[in-house]
């Protein structure tokens, strides 16, 4: 089968923005160009991949195979030709990073900001999803690379793993619970508090759920959040025991305190992630550099 590649061209952007007149105008060319070369994508592979009706587009899902496999080639595209342009002049650029909402707020903020200061003519984009999600983030080429807790499962072979900073999960409590401040707690006894968790999703809450398991501890959070400064916040307030990395909480923290255990848990990474099969943009190895010289 030979087939045309501006049609797979069109068939992106089409299925990007679901909508024909936009990739019309994106493409430079007419609508009807655009109708054309999907019929005729559609000829080739003897499929549908698009439902059109008078209000909406949507993909079939043929259509949405095809577009997963599309899209990252596209996004290698774009990534090769930034960096052949940031090659020639580094006087402009873009960086697009990946991070849950934690890191970026109790870790990298500071080297955002210096990475400003040296290159304020660098675009930086930062995507906040969780660490599992920033993995697919990767794996598609939508970013340039990652920040993330470790262990983290979804990182495959195809990556390349940078270790930048050792930490500890902590307990924390308000002082509801101050008779806990004096004396170390097996894992055990939390039992008889109620426990504040992260969603299931993170890697944070994998990595305590593995922990008891391993020591045949049946625990069951009381809350579930999406947010560790939620977590922090409840805890103080006297709605549990919450369980953070430890750079989340500052040693002024006013009304919390560090509650001891008499277990010592496994400490973690956060690393610097990045797929093998990407090219590395020049924006991206200043900054990674720049994480990596601490």
């Not at 807790?149 to 999960?169: A, C, G, H, I, R």
């Amino acid at each position: 089968m030979s087939i045309n590649y501006e049609l797979y061209k069109v068939f992106y952007y089409v299925a990007q923005h679901l909508n024909f007149s936009q990739a019309a105008d994106e493409l430079f060319i007419s609508q009807s160009a655009v109708s054309q070369s999907i019929k005729s994508l559609e000829e080739e592979l003897n499929t549908t991949l698009f439902i059109r009706t008078t209000k909406q587009v949507t993909l079939t899902k043929e259509g949405e195979i095809l577009f997963k496999h599309i899209e990252p080639a596209f996004n290698l595209i774009k990534n090769g030709e930034r960096n052949i342009q940031e090659i020639n002049s580094f006087k402009a650029g873009e960086i697009h990073l990946g991070a849950n909402d934690t890191i970026c707020k109790y870790f990298l903020l500071p080297y955002l900001k210096k990475f400003h200061q040296l290159y304020p003519q660098i675009h930086i984009q930062i995507t906040n999803r969780t660490s599992s999600k920033c993995v697919e983030l990767l794996k598609q080429g939508k970013v340039d690379l990652i920040i993330s807790n470790l262990p983290n499962k979804e990182v495959t072979d195809f990556m390349e793993v940078e270790q930048v900073y050792t930490f500890s999960d902590i307990l924390i409590s308000g002082d509801k619970y101050k008779q806990l401040k004096e004396k170390k707690v097996s894992l055990h006894d939390l039992s008889d508090y109620p426990l504040l968790m992260l969603e299931k999703k993170t890697t944070t809450r994998k990595f305590f759920e593995e922990l008891i398991n391993q020591l045949s501890i049946d625990l069951q959070p009381e809350v579930e959040l999406g947010s560790v400064d939620l977590l922090v916040e409840m805890a103080r307030i006297g709605l549990g025991i919450s369980f953070v990395p430890d750079y989340c909480l500052q040693d002024t923290e006013a009304g919390l305190f560090k509650v001891n255990l008499t277990e010592e848990l496994p400490h973690r990474d956060l690393a610097i992630i990045t797929n093998k099969k990407i090219p590395f943009s020049l924006a991206s190895k200043k900054f990674m550099k720049l994480l990596l010289d601490r």
